[in-house]
């Protein structure tokens, strides 16, 4: 029953952070799996963690957070949608039972926050024009 619960929610998340692009959902996705695996191994307590509940946090937190860094209409209101569905997962990131990795939870999210803050300065360094093409001052081969 944990399993089926885990892809349900995988899916709606997966499929709500494809808004912002199959490319962007897969490399937001293997930042967060980098990111909560490398932190839970250094930081986590000693025994096994293991599932798929790291990225399903990272999904999570980083819908809410693209909507805190970007501030768009469309971000705000899914993000409102997914806490309404969703809001209980802030509880998972708390230690309630020993055999839970707690860990795996709060470092999935903190890599879901790093990937949209990632992909959101990414959008705003598109957004820039570039300057005007300039002659160079100085010809060496006229």
Known sequence: MHLVNNLIVFAVLASVCM????????????????ISGQC????????????????IFGLWAMI??????????RNIA?????????G????GLLPTDRFISFEG???????GV?????????????QIKPAAKREPK????S
């Open 78 to 86: 899914i993000a409102i949608i997914i806490i309404g569905l969703y």
């Open 88 to 91: 209980t997962m802030i509880f």
């Open 105 to 111: 939870h709060i470092f999935g999210a903190l890599g």
């Open 64 to 73: 809410i957070a693209m909507a805190w860094f970007e501030r768009s209409i």
């Open 40 to 55: 839970v191994w250094l930081f986590g307590r000693s025994g096994v963690h293991l599932g798929a509940s790291g990225w």
């Open 138 to 141: 100085l010809k060496f081969w």
């Open 19 to 34: 808004v912002y692009g199959l490319r962007n959902f897969a490399v937001a996705s293997v930042q967060i799996i980098i």
């Open 114 to 126: 790093f990937a949209a803050w990632r992909l959101n300065k990414k959008s705003d360094v598109r």
